[in-house]
């Protein structure tokens, strides 16, 4: 029997036989216990909260471009645009749009809006926009006398207004005339109503044609920028640097992380703080294995006087205790590791929390279970144990054998 094979082999029978006392043979099984629910917890809740921030994203996605491009577009610089663009072959698709502000009014209700111009064929190709639309047809923007517009179910709610009705936009841009500068102002009618599911883009933001908001908003190259769809979205910033490059600093490259990087962020900090806090729990349960060691070792301080005088080391000593405290906390992690997972099936699954659809655009709790949080999670709990069993074990390596047995 190996060096190795000894101090498992002892721990295994510690492990399993029994202990003296009723406290004695419980604290092995709270040990177990405390890390099981303490894993399944820091789990669940990493899981609950990784749905949380992928549902966003996909919002976030689905209502604008994976990267888009800024800055002042010319008759002249626009073709080299477009091709520079083209060229990048992880760039799937691109679309102009023309991006400004308006005051809409309403039913004597006024609200600042951000007025979006696009192009419907090349829009839909960059973002999910054709499949937000609760109400109207997107081909009612450029039909008519009067340019429609589309407006987030958030704002035309709040404004009162229906597909049909009669809007009127106001730049903030001034128009010269025999009685001094007047605001531009333009009548468009509700073409339809969209729900994106995101609330900053439902409740500010009016899509009209790319014509009729270059005209209003006064856009002689007929676009502000470009909307980018690419092959893979998490090569998102590779090509955001790259393209920057290509096209210079006339224009300035943002990816949607970059456009909602407050969000990101705190949704980031939320879940480095939730992962800290519910650690504690597992550092807690730890603690009880600790107890449980130090109890181990007092109990067999004559067994370990008796290792000691028949040559074993203190480092195979420490071995032994080390060795029972990860089998305890390697069960708990385990166990805690399938609970959690079968509790985030549960919740996927069936809607044991549900969340009120007009206020979370959502009615069940989103679950993602992620490879790197389970990993993380397993490797904290083994970590913890370990480190719960640093005193127990140099406290009994310590143990004098010849007072162990006589006195034990």
């Known amino acids: 029997m190996g060096p190795g094979s000894l101090e498992f082999f002892i721990s295994f029978r510690y492990l399993k036989a029994k202990r003296k006392g009723l406290f004695a043979s419980v604290t092995t099984g709270i040990g177990v216990a405390g890390v099981t629910v303490g894993v399944a917890a820091l789990l669940t809740t990493l899981s609950v909260m990784n749905g949380f921030q992928t549902d966003i994203q996909k919002k976030i996605v689905g209502a604008q471009a994976h990267m888009t491009i800024h800055g002042t577009v010319t008759a002249r610089t626009r073709p080299h645009l477009e091709s520079s663009l083209q060229a990048d072959p992880e760039v799937a ?14 039913n004597q ?20 926009l054709a499949k937000t639309l609760r109400e109207g047809d997107w081909k009612d923007l450029a ?3 009067t340019p429609g517009i589309v407006l987030g179910e958030e704002l035309a709610a709040n404004m009162g207004a229906s597909v049909g009705s009669e809007v009127v936009l106001v730049s903030p841009k001034s128009v010269a005339t025999p009685l001094g500068a007047i605001p531009r102002m333009q009548k468009f009618r509700v073409a339809g109503v969209l729900h994106t599911g995101y609330y900053e883009y439902d409740s500010a933001t009016g899509y009209a044609s790319l014509d009729s908001a270059a005209k209003f908003l ?6 502000t920028g ?4 690419l092959t893979d979205l998490s090569r998102v910033d590779a090509v955001a640097g790259r393209v920057q490059a290509r096209i210079g600093l006339s224009h300035v490259v943002r990816t949607y992380k970059q456009l909602n990087s407050t969000l990101f962020a705190a949704l980031k900090l939320e879940k480095a703080v939730m992962f800290l806090i519910l650690t504690l729990i597992i550092l807690v349960a730890s603690l009880n294995i600790a107890s449980n060691l130090i109890l181990l070792g007092v109990e067999k301080t004559r067994d370990i006087g008796l290792l000691k005088a028949m040559g074993a080391t203190p480092r195979q000593i420490r071995g032994i205790f080390w060795l029972e405290g990860i089998m305890i906390g390697g069960g708990g992690v385990g166990m805690g590791l399938g609970l959690g997972l079968t509790l985030c099936e549960i919740i996927r699954r069936y809607p044991i929390v549900e969340l009120p659809a007009d ?18 999670v397993a490797v904290s709990g083994i970590i913890l144990s370990l480190l719960a069993t640093v005193y127990p074990a140099v406290r009994a390596a310590k143990v004098n054998p010849v007072e162990a047995i006589h006195y034990g």
């Open 143 to 145: 039909g008519g006398k």
């Open 226 to 229: 470009y909307g980018v769809r």
């Open 109 to 128: 209700r006024s609200l600042g809006i951000v007025l979006k111009g696009l192009d419907p064929a090349q829009e839909f190709q960059v973002n999910d």
């Open 93 to 106: 698709a691109i679309a102009p749009f023309v991006l400004g502000q308006a005051i809409l009014t309403h």
């Open 218 to 223: 006064g856009v002689d190259a007929g676009a």
């Open 359 to 376: 206020i979370y655009y959502l009615s069940r709790v989103p679950v993602s279970v992620q490879p790197r949080d389970v990993i993380a």
